[in-house]
T-cell receptor, first 112, second 109 residues
Framework: NAGVTQTPKFQVLKTGQSMTLQCAQD?????MSWYRQDPGMGLRLIHY???????DQGEVPNGYNVSRSTTEDFPLRLLSAAPSQTSVYFC???????????FGEGSRLTVL | AQRVTQPEKLLSVFKGAPVELKCNYS??????LFWYVQYSRQRLQLLLR??SRESIKGFTADLNKGETSFHLKKPFAQEEDSAMYYC???????????FGQGTRLTINP
């Protein structure tokens, strides 16, 4: 049982480049979310989805796009990377209600 | 606005000593509170949630609505408790989870 899988684990981008962080879960969870983790700031919610075809913004959505075409996948897109987006990104999913969030291993992104 | 505050970025205690990681929240509704932990080279994972009232790995946390706190406690620290701990608040019908800044706990031998 893989749980939540994120790729890539590491990525270096130049300012202005675009990329997609992939997230997939095999637990049939309806809820999926993306967080960024920065020193001294904890984890901040970027976007979330409560089911296929439904997405919404979190605390820090600017500069990021998401889509949810299937229950399993929830990719995070950076259309034009900026140095301020250098961070560790976590994807997480859970079933119905306010239950346990299951996290991926994280993706470390550096924007030069 | 919903907010979670963990006042200590770093906490260091000796093995066998009591541990208390502080968490205060700001929320006008009925809170759902959690503690998550990230051990070295492991994924972030749930430690405990207030509604379950469980003791996990010797840790307990009591919700104090009067003081808007959800402090994490353990009477006797062990070296394997060294980790990053995050307090989190669920709101908006459980659609959003806001995390505190985290406390890095180090247990000295």
């Amino acid at each position: 049982n893989a749980g939540v899988t994120q790729t890539p684990k590491f990525q270096v981008l130049k300012t202005g480049q675009s990329m997609t962080l992939q997230c997939a879960q095999d637990m049939n969870h309806e809820y999926m979310s993306w967080y960024r983790q920065d020193p001294g700031m904890g984890l901040r919610l970027i976007h979330y989805s409560v089911g296929a075809g439904i997405t919404d913004q979190g605390e820090v959505p600017n500069g990021y796009n998401v889509s949810r075409s299937t229950t399993e996948d929830f990719p995070l897109r950076l259309l034009s990377a900026a140095p301020s987006q250098t961070s560790v990104y976590f994807c997480a999913s859970r079933g119905q209600g306010a239950g346990e969030l299951f996290f991926g291993e994280g993706s470390r992104l550096t924007v030069l | 606005a919903q907010r979670v505050t963990q006042p200590e970025k770093l906490l260091s205690v000796f093995k066998g000593a009591p541990v208390e990681l502080k968490c205060n929240y700001s929320y006008s509704g009925s809170p759902e509170l959690f503690w998550y932990v990230q051990y070295s080279r492991q994924r972030l994972q749930l430690l405990l949630r207030h509604i379950s009232r469980e003791s996990i790995k010797g840790f307990t946390a009591d919700l104090n609505k009067g003081e808007t706190s959800f402090h994490l406690k353990k009477p006797f620290a062990q070296e394997e408790d060294s980790a990053m701990y995050y307090c989190a608040l669920s709101y908006q019908g459980a659609q959003k989870l806001v995390f505190g800044q985290g406390t890095r706990l180090t247990i000295n031998p």
